[in-house]
């Protein structure tokens, strides 16, 4: 049973529109959310992150918010880069686990068109 | 400063056969993780370290898999033995702080399981 759903598994957007990239999850447990960003034959790298405390949190181009009652976050990107084109993963913390155990969504790889 | 550094980056044995990963984490970092990514799923947890002690490893499976991490440095995946259900990405994962402000990950051992 998925506990994190990344239900688009991909995106395409044009250079200079906004991305948006959506994750749902079922743990009410969960008290923090990150955005990872995997190229190809790397590891994810580290983007940005969220507490459940909080409904928005921006850095640079990139906002995650948070719907608690929803269960529901979105990462936006704007404005989109050909060099933002990856794999996309969600991932929470807190749902009962140990710290630092995080639950990964299964990706949605965006493609920014030029 | 220097990466997480895992080798080898690539594995390719033979069903029944065993194999072994290893991980040289971010100097002083306290936390290291062993992930399994298996293609088109997002990384799955399976041990956590904190220094050289296991704080989290229910997700290993312990017939076949093991790790350790001595002297809460360096850290080792084995697998004995492999399944072809076991052909899979494993990543290495260092933090400073139990992962709130992100992981850093390694580039990962791509196995293939014959």
């Known amino acids: 049973d998925q506990q994190v759903k990344q239900n688009s598994p991909s995106l395409s957007v044009q250079e200079g529109r906004i991305s948006i990239l959506n994750c749902d999850y079922t743990?009410?447990?969960?008290?923090?959310f990150l955005w990872y960003k995997k190229y190809p034959a790397e590891g994810p790298t580290f983007l940005i992150s969220?507490?459940?405390?909080?409904d928005k949190n921006e850095d640079g181009r990139f906002t995650v918010f948070l719907n608690k009652s929803a269960k529901h976050l979105s990462l936006h990107i704007v404005p989109s880069q050909p060099g933002d084109s990856a794999v996309y993963f969600c991932?929470?913390?807190?749902?009962?686990?140990?710290?630092?155990?995080?639950?990964f969504g299964k990706g949605t790889k965006l493609s920014v068109k030029p | 400063e220097a990466g997480v550094a895992q080798s080898p980056r690539y594995k390719i044995i033979e069903k029944r056969q065993s194999v072994a990963f290893w991980c040289n984490p971010i100097?002083?970092?306290?936390?290291l993780y062993w992930y399994q990514q298996i293609l088109g799923q997002g990384p799955k947890l399976l041990i956590q370290?904190?220094?050289?002690?296991?704080?989290?490893d229910s997700q290993l499976p312990k017939d076949r898999f093991s790790a350790e991490r001595l002297k809460g440095v360096d850290s080792t995946l084995k697998i004995q033995p492999a399944k072809l259900e076991d052909s899979a990405v494993y990543l290495c994962?260092?933090?400073?702080?139990?992962?709130?402000?992100?992981?850093?990950f390694g580039s990962g051992t791509r196995l293939t399981v014959v």
């Open positions: 994962a260092s933090s400073s702080d139990r992962g709130r402000n992100g992981y850093t």
């Open positions: 743990n009410s447990m969960f008290d923090y």
């Open positions: 969220i507490s459940s405390i909080k």
């Open positions: 991932a929470a913390e807190g749902g009962g686990g140990s710290q630092g155990n995080l639950i």
């Open positions: 100097s002083g970092h306290a936390t």
């Open positions: 370290f904190q220094n050289n002690g296991v704080v989290d």
